[in-house]
């Protein structure tokens, strides 16, 4: 639990360093990663199965980022998040969306180009 405890500190650290990048996004890193917070067992860990609250902070995300400028914030911020995590298991990682019921045109991964991503 404590190593769960350190590895939120440095994605936390991570995703405020990060935030102030692009200013044109309304979304900050923190915002981001407080709604896939929960995801990080799942995605990270190998929990079995799922949280209702992970596709609930997906979900929400989704519908907060409308705009092309936050759309490639979030996008951004989960690539900086992804590479935070060692034990990022890929597979679940760019099946997230999917797996919650929500749509978006990039897979989630350590390498995706969000400058590409386009309203």
């Given at each position: 639990?404590?190593g769960?405890m350190?590895?939120?500190?440095?994605?936390?650290?991570?995703?405020?360093?990060?935030?102030p990048i692009?200013?044109n996004a309304?979304?900050?890193?923190?915002?981001?990663s407080?709604?896939?917070?929960?995801?990080i067992?799942?995605?990270?860990?190998?929990?079995?199965?799922?949280p209702?609250?992970?596709c609930?902070?997906?979900?929400?995300?989704n519908?907060?980022?409308?705009?092309?400028?936050?759309?490639q914030?979030?996008?951004?911020?989960?690539?900086?998040?992804a590479?935070?995590?060692?034990t990022l298991?890929?597979?679940?990682a760019?099946?997230?969306?999917?797996?919650c019921g929500v749509?978006?045109p990039?897979k989630?991964s350590?390498?995706t180009?969000c400058?590409?991503?386009?309203?």
């Open positions: 639990m404590a769960l350190k590895l939120a500190c440095l994605v936390l650290a991570c995703m405020i360093v990060a935030g692009t200013s309304a979304l900050s890193c923190g915002t981001v407080g709604y896939v917070a929960p995801c067992g799942y995605l990270a860990q190998g929990a079995p199965a799922l209702r609250a992970c609930s902070g997906v979900t929400s995300l519908n907060l980022a409308r705009t092309t400028p936050d759309r914030q979030a996008c951004r911020c989960l690539v900086g998040a590479n935070a995590f060692p298991n890929a597979a679940r760019a099946g997230l969306p999917k797996a749509n978006i990039y989630i350590k390498t180009n400058n590409r991503y386009i309203c």
